[in-house]
């Protein structure tokens, strides 16, 4: 059973949620960040905090790379499918371990977001998005996201293109 747990936002994660702000005044989008009452750190939890589908959640998934991190942003129902991912990429992939998301990343688990991420982290948008005409992705605490159309998660997260390395439900059971 889901527990909806009423959510403080610490010191750290106020700084993680003005550091996205900061980054989206370039695009006069800093006040559509909502900060959630509620923990939006899981897919489950965000799309109950914000009164949407799970698969409408933008999950930002952190994969290791030789020079740093890759970023992939994707539903949240979606899963990486490491064949599509090594195509992609030339490597399987590999997550970053809970202690270098934040390091590599810029942001802390749970509040991982294409945006205001660290030197050389490049962020790709993931296929399974294109369902949608908008999104939720995180920005940069546990409750905090912002409701975006595709065209703009692809301007504020500076994606380096479009992939191909998830399935959806949908895939899957036609496989």
Request: charge should be negative.
């Amino acid at each position: 059973m889901l527990r909806l747990q009423k959510k403080t936002t610490s010191g750290e994660e106020k700084m993680a949620i003005e550091k996205v702000k900061k980054w989206l005044e370039r695009w006069d989008a800093q006040d559509r960040v909502r900060e959630l009452d509620l923990s939006s750190a899981t897919v489950e939890l965000a799309a109950k905090a914000l009164g949407c589908e799970e698969q409408r959640i933008a999950k930002t998934l952190s994969f290791e790379a030789e020079d740093g991190c890759i970023l992939i942003v994707a539903a949240g129902d979606a899963k990486v499918n490491n064949g599509k991912f090594k195509a992609c990429f030339g490597k399987k992939p590999k997550m970053l371990s809970f202690d270098d998301v934040e390091k590599k990343t810029g942001h802390a688990v749970g509040g991982v977001c294409p945006f205001a991420v660290n030197e050389g982290v490049r962020v790709y948008l993931d296929e399974s998005l294109k369902r949608f005409e908008t999104v939720f992705p995180a920005c940069g605490s546990s409750n905090s996201a912002i409701e975006v159309t595709l065209p703009e998660l692809e301007e504020f997260s500076m994606a380096l293109g479009w992939v191909d390395v998830c399935r959806i439900p949908e895939e899957a059971a036609h496989d």
